[in-house]
């Protein structure tokens, strides 16, 4: 394909942005997201603030993987991360259309994931 690392490339920016945008939000503390992370856990907020705070660096590590050398296992682990983070919008009361607007979150990491190819073995989902 004449086109596969520009579009490989603009995946990756894609994905990147995405969970430095989360990744910097959650660092920030957004309060929207420690009540969310409250109402699931059913912890306290100091704790509902470090798991955050832990979530904001795993985050930013993604897009930092992502953009240095696209591991399968994290592509999937992105795909997965930002399936949940937009399903939890309707899950804790937002309207649907929160979660629908948020499928570019899961779809840009499963679409790099399979141009770069599906592993064909476990060890595959830890290389690129």
């Given at each position: 394909m004449k086109n596969y690392k520009k579009i490989e490339w603009v995946l990756r920016l894609a994905v990147a942005g995405e969970f430095i945008g989360h990744g910097v939000f959650a660092l920030q503390g957004k309060k929207e997201w420690i009540g969310w992370i409250q109402q699931f856990t059913g912890t306290e907020i100091g704790t509902a603030t470090i798991l955050l705070t832990l979530?904001?660096?795993?985050?930013?590590?993604?897009?930092?993987?992502?953009?240095?050398?696209?591991?399968?296992?994290?592509?999937?682990?992105?795909?997965?991360?930002?399936?949940?983070?937009?399903?939890?919008?309707?899950?804790?009361?937002?309207?649907?259309?929160?979660?629908?607007?948020?499928w570019a979150n899961w779809g840009a990491p499963l679409a790099l994931l399979l141009i770069i190819g599906w592993p064909k073995n476990r060890k595959e989902w830890f290389s690129r």
């Amino acid at each position: 394909m004449k086109n596969y690392k520009k579009i490989e490339w603009v995946l990756r920016l894609a994905v990147a942005g995405e969970f430095i945008g989360h990744g910097v939000f959650a660092l920030q503390g957004k309060k929207e997201w420690i009540g969310w992370i409250q109402q699931f856990t059913g912890t306290e907020i100091g704790t509902a603030t470090i798991l955050l705070t832990l979530i904001g660096l795993m985050d930013l590590l993604v897009a930092l993987i992502v953009l240095v050398r696209p591991v399968r296992i994290v592509l999937l682990w992105a795909a997965f991360w930002g399936f949940w983070t937009a399903l939890i919008r309707p899950l804790v009361g937002e309207q649907i259309w929160d979660f629908i607007e948020r499928w570019a979150n899961w779809g840009a990491p499963l679409a790099l994931l399979l141009i770069i190819g599906w592993p064909k073995n476990r060890k595959e989902w830890f290389s690129r």
